[in-house]
Each structure stands twice: as structure tokens, then as C-alpha cells.
């Protein structure tokens, strides 16, 4: 197989000129990625910023190709996009080693297990595992939150220093409840005690009737993933989450053993 590579012309030391049509493109996707329920054609140019004649036959063409889908003028991913976000999945071949074990917690826990890795500020939830309940947690791969209010990002952030964390978060903090974690200084002290305690618990931070407990994967003595098991406050108790901490704990440890026989690198 033979791949073409395009160059781009570098404007100065720390400048790259980039292609502004396919960065529309991009932009059209992450505006759209954003809201699960989709948008509307005149709702996706207003958040763009795109004109409508610009942004109608690009439109015509990501629905064409199947990288879009309208639904009764309701514009979401398509099919095709999904492939190809899946694609980058199943790369990650850690994913293959990490399944069995999120298997394994899942029929133990009778909970939701789910896989994440930081994607810039966000939490990217990259594999998820079910139980079969009568009331199941809303998820799904692909799916990002702001990691500050995640078990699974609060987990990966503790491996970083807390100056990094500060710079990465200087603007002022979402709440998605009003449990969501309020400024800096309260989520770099849930930070030292995460690296404390091996673990990050999150009750009602996303959700407000969830809560969710996470371990790290250690991947050249470095966090690069974590791995979580969520549920409903109305399932909690004091036994069944420290039932759930001791099986994520044992199976993180086995994981980032076998990464490391393995010799991976993420």
C-alpha cells in the first residue's frame, strides 16, 4: 500500500498554516458530536458560525457520504463516521487485554465497566462493558466528558503535577450538577487524595443520582488509562463499593502487568 503524505508550509517556529475548508469540516463535527439529541441545519450554522450557502453543500456531501445522517431535518453522526472513530478503537490494541478483564468486573459487580483515556481536557471513553440490569447507565464509546468531573479523568489527572492541572484548567469550571467539582483548588486537593488512596470515587459530579469508582492502568509506570465501574446511587452501599474497589484494584494490578510483560506503549 502506498501513502501520499501532504506537507504543509510551517509560517514560523511554532505556526503551522493549516487548510481553513477542512478545518470547517472539523468544526462541523465536533459542533455536532456535542449534542447526542443532533442539530438542525439553521441551530449548526449559528453555533459554527458557518453562512448557510457555505455550509449547505458540505452539508449535502457528509450526508451523501455517509459521515452524516438526517434524520426529519435532525443532522447527527452517520454511520460511516462511526467506522471510522472505531477504527482508531480497535488500534488500540491494549483495548483487546483490557476486555477480558472488564468482562471479569462486570459479572462480578453487576455494574457498568467502562475504559477511558485523556483526550486533551476531556475524558475519551474508548470500550464499555454491560451487565444485563432492568434500569442500565446511559453510555457509550466515543463519549467525552470534561475530565475534572469523572472518576476515570480525576484518576488520569493524578498522575500529572499539580501546576500542569492548574494551566490545563484556568478558565471557569462547568457544573454539570451541583456536586460538579467548583474551581481548582477543590480539584487539586481531590487530586492528593487520589494519589493517596490509589483510587478516585465521584458521586453525583455527571450525574446526579451516579456515582462511579476508578483505578488507574499504568502503562510505563505512567496512568494513560483508567478503568471504572458506575452505578446508580440507588444500588450504592457501603459494602457493594468496597466490593467494587477490590476487584478494580485486582484487576488493574493484573492489567498493567501484563502491559508491561507486553511492553506497551499507548
Known sequence: ??????YVKITSMNEIKLHNPTLRVINILNTIHEYENGLSFMELSKL????????????????????????????SIGKKCFKIGSSYIHSLNFVDIVKPHMLQIVLACKEICQLGILDGKDVLYIEKTEPRQAIRLE??????????TTAI???ILSDLNNVD?????KDKFVKYTPKTVKN????????????????????????????????PIYINNKVKSALSVSLPLFRSNSNKIEKIK????KHSKQISKELEILKFNL
Open 246 to 249: 477490590y476487584i478494580l484494584n
Open 165 to 169: 492541572v492548574a494551566k490545563m484548567y
Open 48 to 75: 459554527t458560525n458557518i453562512p448557510k450557502g457555505t455550509l449547505y453543500p458540505i452539508i449535502l456531501t457528509l450526508v451523501q457520504e455517509k459521515i452524516l445522517q438526517n434524520n426529519n431535518n435532525n443532522l
Open 153 to 155: 479523568g480525576k484518576m
Open 1 to 6: 500500500m502506498k501513502f501520499l503524505f501532504f
Open 139 to 148: 453510555s457509550y464509546v466515543g463519549k467525552t466528558l470534561i475530565a475534572y
Open 184 to 215: 481548582i483548588d477543590e480539584l487539586l486537593m481531590q487530586l492528593d487524595m487520589i494519589r493517596k488512596q490509589g483510587y478516585a470515587h465521584e458521586v453525583g459530579e455527571t450525574n446526579i443520582d451516579v456515582e462511579c469508582i476508578a483505578v
